[in-house]
């Protein structure tokens, strides 16, 4: 086999989903295997900038609204609950339609299986069921707001 039918092979396999190809003849054998690229998805939460007013001898500045926030109470006390996360990209709603109650409130108790929200993603919506028996600290997204995937929604106090 020559170089210019190796190359060919090569630009036949870079253009299709085969992974890998071998040929033999009576000169040798070629294998050629595709660059598994490795992915990597990178998903973040909408991001707003506030400008703040000046102050007497202080130039304007933005400010990010993922700058550090003063800690609270609540916050302090994170290290003992558990994160719920969004499961998958969408919309986030609190309550089933829009005349119901909220699913659940801060200070709510929640067990395994208990509906605690609704994310759309693509005109369905998929029912997000707690996984933990616990009481709700914090609700960390509003209602009707676009979620990532991954993204912390509420904050547990585990029972």
């Known amino acids: 086999m020559d170089l210019k039918q190796i190359h060919e092979l090569i630009k036949i396999v870079n253009k299709s989903n085969i992974g890998e190809i071998s040929i033999e003849d009576k000169d040798g054998k070629v294998t050629i295997k595709q660059k598994e690229e490795q992915v990597v998805t990178v998903a973040s939460a909408p991001q707003q900038v506030y400008n703040v007013a000046p102050q007497p001898q202080q130039a304007a500045a933005p400010v990010s609204a993922t700058a550090p926030a003063p800690a609270t109470k609540a916050v302090e006390k994170a290290d003992n609950y558990i994160t719920v ?54 609700i960390l997204v509003e209602d009707n707001n676009p979620v990532e995937f991954d993204q912390p929604l509420f904050l547990v106090d585990p029972a």
Do not use: Q, W
Not at 95 to 119: L, M, W, Y
Not at 122 to 137: Q, R, S
């Open 85 to 138: 996360k969004s499961p998958m990209i969408g919309t986030f709603y609190r309550k089933p339609s829009p005349d119901k109650p909220n699913f659940v409130e801060i200070g709510s108790t929640i067990e395994p299986g208990k509906t605690i929200c609704i994310i759309e993603a693509m005109k369905l919506f998929n029912e997000i069921e707690a996984e933990i028996k616990g009481t709700i600290v914090k």
